[in-house]
């Protein structure tokens, strides 16, 4: 975890935009972060899902993630609700278990969902069900969570910088320069 550590606060260092708010919060980022990407190296599927307000977030990740100027392999990452259009029709535990069965026999290698939005919104019943979820909750504090604020203004800075830590750390690690 040191090392994680350590890189993660160089790799804030380096960035040249005003990232630095980030290092106060790298105690929390960096186990959320390990388990994340440990689990896209032990091959599952990611699943997006995010609440309305940050759709754009979740479409940019599926684009920028397989860009091919990275020349790393092609990665699984989607967003459930184009795989599952009815997505947010799902509000009681059984549907939730009806989905929960559909992914599994889908992802026979595992998958986790990467939920990014805020903690009152009704797809956070799906994605707090799971401890290996990758959670981005904005105005609640949830354990195993990274928490953030919607009424930040430079939230959407915020979020992209986040993705970008997350897509470095990713490559390092694909690459061999960061060991978890």
Not at 22 to 33: G, N, Q
Not at 37 to 42: L, P
Request: overall charge negative.
């Amino acid at each position: 975890m040191q090392q994680l550590l350590k890189w993660t606060l160089d790799t804030i260092r380096e960035e040249e935009s005003c990232f630095s708010w980030m290092e106060e919060y790298r105690y929390e980022w960096a186990p959320l972060v390990k388990s994340a990407v440990s689990q896209v190296v032990e091959g599952k599927t990611i699943l997006i899902v995010t609440d309305d307000s940050r759709k754009w977030f979740g479409r940019y990740i599926v684009n920028a993630v397989n860009d091919m100027g990275k020349q790393r392999p092609l990665l699984p990452f989607y967003q459930l609700a184009d795989n599952f259009p009815h997505l947010h029709t799902i509000l009681g535990t059984a549907e939730i278990q009806l989905l929960e069965d559909m992914l599994e026999i889908s992802y026979p290698n595992g998958y986790y969902i990467w939920y990014i939005g805020r903690g009152d919104h009704p797809l956070t019943k799906l994605s707090y069900r799971n401890q290996d979820n990758f959670l981005w909750v904005l105005d609640e504090e949830v354990q195993n969570s990274f928490a953030l604020r919607s009424a930040d203004p430079l939230l959407d800075i915020k979020l992209l910088q986040l993705y970008k830590l997350f897509d470095a750390t990713l490559s390092a690690v694909l690459f061999g320069d960061l060991d978890l």
